[in-house]
């Protein structure tokens, strides 16, 4: 019986111990992985969380110039100091053959051209030049023909943003500047102190070539091409050159036909406001001419003129 008993346990199978072993070292290997993947996460969101600090900081760093009057920051310091002038009132830099003076050192160089006369940039398909280089980039509208200022209320498109503003102007009808010497109304100031000339006869524009006056700057101005023949407004359909920019834009609708004036009266349009203007008087009977001898009133100042000359030869007959 015990050499049948040994015998049994002789017989008995190994594997089972052997494949639990195993089993036991596979765990003990993927447990080991596991710690080294959390401990390499662990590393990985360290760093990224020391770069978005490290971010932070320094996004904070460039915008440590903060105006403390209007809440503006800056990224660079020097900036900053040029924005504060405008707090301060302060202007560094000051011309040394006038009195004036800037918050810029940049605006001080382009006002010295005016006392050199320094033009540095030249069109290069009419030749003029300008002090600066944004004028140019402006003056270069008037050979393309860019337009890019458009009206909302009727579509029409203007070259420059002073334009545009002006024209909204017009569709308001607010003219808030009244002569005190006639009933003449402006929308700008500065058209009112231009035409205050007229009754004061200041012309304090004098043409060093002629010697023709005027009481206006850019009738001067525009005198002055007469002598110099600057002709530096095309047409683009005929290559007929004009002085002026607005004889261009008046001879251009004899190509388009275009007639944008329109009576607010009757159906009838004009190519030039100077002529619907003439028109609507027709309707309303205005007469703003008004002779200073006789106090005869007039629709048009040509009108006016022609009968000046003989009231005057009246009046010398009379005394004589």
């Known amino acids: 019986m015990e050499f049948i008993k040994e015998e049994i346990e002789d017989m008995s199978d190994p594997e089972p111990s052997r494949i639990k072993h195993e089993e036991t070292e596979k765990q003990i290997d993927w447990m080991e992985v596991k710690k080294q993947k959390h401990a ?23 915008k440590l110039h903060i105006c403390h009057q209007c809440g503006k920051t800056f990224t660079q310091k020097g900036n900053f100091n040029v924005h504060m002038r405008v707090h301060t009132g302060e202007k ?12 810029q050192k940049k605006n001080l160089i382009v006002h010295m051209r005016i006392h050199n006369g320094e ?31 458009t009206c909302i209320q009727c579509g029409k498109s203007f070259t420059y943003l002073t334009g545009l503003n002006y024209h909204l102007l017009r569709h308001s009808g607010e003219k808030q500047f009244n002569c005190d010497q006639c009933d003449k109304k402006f929308i700008w100031l500065q058209n009112l102190k231009e035409h205050l000339k007229i009754h004061s006869g200041e012309r304090p524009y004098l043409c060093s070539v002629c010697g023709k006056s005027f009481s206006r700057s850019n009738e001067f101005k525009v005198h002055q091409k007469i002598h110099n023949e600057v002709k530096d407004h095309v ?10 920019a607005e004889n261009l834009k008046r001879h251009e609708r004899t190509h ?8 607010s009266y009757c159906d ?40 000046m000359k003989s009231c005057k030869r009246a009046k010398t007959k009379k005394k004589t």
């Open 119 to 149: 033009k540095p940039f030249t069109c290069t398909q009419c030749g003029k030049s300008f002090r600066r280089k944004g004028n140019i980039k402006t003056h270069m509208r008037i050979h393309t023909g860019e337009k890019p200022y």
């Open 268 to 307: 009838k349009s004009f190519a030039q406001s100077g002529n619907l203007k003439l028109h609507e008087r027709l309707h309303t009977g205005e007469k703003p001419y008004h002779c200073t001898q006789c106090e005869r009133r007039f629709k048009c100042s040509s009108n006016l003129l022609v009968h």
């Open 256 to 263: 388009t036909g275009e007639k944008p004036y329109k009576c």
């Open 92 to 103: 560094p830099y000051s011309c040394t053959q006038c009195e004036k003076s800037f918050t």
């Open 235 to 244: 047409c683009c359909d005929c290559g007929k050159s004009f002085i002026r």
């Open 40 to 62: 390499l996460n662990e590393a990985k969101e360290k760093v990224q969380s020391t770069e978005a600090k490290e971010k932070v900081q320094s996004t904070e760093a460039n």
